[in-house]
């Protein structure tokens, strides 16, 4: 008798556990709602979905779905809850049953039950592509063959790839977009380049070109040859407006020619005062995506085709600064006790944040963000009961628009009163020194316990020597060592 009790009582436990087990997963589980108009297929764990279609899935795992388009027609966009979600989420693979490429389609992290559209869109093919090269490799254009001119159209939403492969590891390559240069391989390294671009619509949006028509060029250039195919030498050419000096390999010159391989050009370009250098291009590609300030000498090596380098110099504009405080401490502008000042653009400004005496930082915002871990302190060691505060500075490194310091004091807390209980507490010494917190004659085994001004605990360290550093943000701390508590500031 008491055996089957105990057998019964198995069995229950056990029946328990297998229906409490799925909970957990369970709640993990979402429904995701899925359409999708005709002229394609949305597959998930291998079974063909119907519009409307609610399929179940571990939101903490890979959600995927296959989605086939039709003979011309193409993947627009994938929705999840009114949100377009297609970019870099694709990858495409062969699919042996349906006969074609399809693309699976990973579903971005969801949390609850969604809704997922996906648009098929009909292909059209109104961009026409021209692709030539000369002698010296090979090249393929989204999988075609260039023997030495293409002419075929891609339709809408379709990459360009080109696959480029020079004979000669010591020739070069470039390739042209209507003769702008968007790649090249110079002499040694690999042999080949490989290189896709977005559709034709962005691309010709983006470097405001024609997206029905597009010629490009792959120009094969052969050892001690000319960018050009023609022979002569590289030629590089500067122009620029006023407000500034240009020189070509420190000299004052704007036009040179250079050896096809081994070439080093040096373009040193110096703003003039409350000048700078707003734009840098060449051959009408951007170089410089932001202005400088200052001289710069620009570099460029085995360069294989001719350089047309247009370089602008521009006004640098005037910049208010401010400052603001609480009672309890000032900032000084470039220890100027001033509340606003006029800052070139470009130029470096400090901010000097001093509080008074039984004040102390609390805060410091840069157009209206802290900035506290980027103080520069004073490293003057200061005394465990000394009230006064450390000073700070917050250097600006360009100022390039309107801008305001805000500093914030508050002030000390009361100084917590020293307990001693034994001569051995009376030697603990606990003092700041360069931004680190110092404990020193602790029994080895004794606990520091670091806390916050509001009674919160932030670190505990084990003593394991005579001399303790440990490393903590700038602020005010209570440090209990031992029976030794006191106040201190970083």
């Known amino acids: 008798m008491k055996t089957k009790q105990i057998l019964r009582t198995i069995v229950m436990v056990t029946g328990l556990l297998f229906c409490l087990l799925p909970i957990q997963a369970l709640a993990n589980m979402v429904n995701i709602t899925v359409s999708y108009n005709e002229n394609g297929k949305v597959l998930f764990e291998g079974q063909s979905l119907s519009y409307g279609d609610v399929v179940t899935a571990d939101s903490e795992g890979v959600i995927e779905f296959i989605l086939i388009p039709d003979e011309g027609f193409f993947i627009k966009d994938a929705i999840l ?282 805060d410091v915002l840069f157009k209206g963000k802290s900035v506290m871990d980027q103080l520069i302190w004073d490293n003057s060691p200061k005394s465990l009961l000394n009230t006064d505060s450390r000073s700070a500075t917050y250097i600006s490194q360009i100022v390039t628009e309107q801008a305001g310091v805000e500093a914030r004091f508050a002030a000390n807390p009361p100084v917590m009163p020293i307990s001693v209980d034994n001569a051995g507490a009376s030697q603990i010494k606990i003092y700041a020194e360069l931004e680190r917190l110092i404990v020193e004659n602790t029994a080895v085994g004794e606990t520091v316990s670091i806390y916050t001004q509001t009674g919160l605990r932030v670190k505990a360290e084990l003593v394991n020597s005579s001399r303790m550093e440990i490393q903590l943000p700038a602020g005010m701390y209570i440090v209990k060592a031992g029976e030794t508590v006191v106040k201190i500031m970083l």
């Not at 250039?221 to 023609?230: A, E, I, K, L, R």
Request: charged share 25%.
């Open 81 to 362: 809850n009114g949100k377009s979600e297609l970019h870099g989420s694709l990858s495409e693979r062969l699919v042996p049953d349906a006969g074609r490429t399809a693309h699976y389609y990973y579903l971005p992290l969801v949390t609850g039950d969604s809704e997922l559209e996906i648009v098929f869109a009909p292909q059209v093919k109104p961009h026409r592509v021209v692709v030539s090269c000369n002698e010296g490799g090979t090249v393929l254009f989204n999988d075609e063959n260039v023997n030495s001119n293409l002419s075929t159209t891609i339709g809408e939403g379709e990459i360009l790839t080109f696959f480029i492969t020079r004979n000669d590891s010591k020739s070069s390559i470039a390739l042209y977009y209507n003769d702008r240069r968007m790649a090249s391989i110079g002499s040694g390294g690999g042999n080949t380049l490989t290189i896709g671009y977005p559709s034709m619509e962005e691309l010709a949006a983006i470097l405001d070109q024609d997206p029905t028509y597009s010629e490009w060029r792959v120009v094969f250039t052969p050892p001690g040859g000319s960018g050009n195919g023609n022979g002569e030498a590289i030629a590089v050419t500067i122009t620029h407006n006023e407000g500034g000096s240009v020189k070509l390999d420190d000299e004052d010159i704007l036009t040179r020619s250079y050896p096809f391989r081994d070439n080093e050009i040096v373009i040193l370009v110096s703003p003039n005062e409350d000048m700078k250098i707003a734009g840098f291009s060449w051959n009408d590609m951007p170089y410089l995506y932001n202005p400088e300030y200052r001289q710069n000498r620009y570099i460029f090596t085995d360069v294989p085709f001719d350089m047309n380098c247009v370089i602008t110099f521009e006004a640098r504009f005037d910049c208010e600064v401010a400052v603001s405080s609480n009672d309890g401490g000032k900032v000084l502008i470039n220890d100027q006790d001033i509340s606003t000042d006029i800052i070139k653009e470009g130029e470096e400004v400090a901010f000097s944040i001093v509080p008074e005496d039984g004040y102390y930082i609390e």
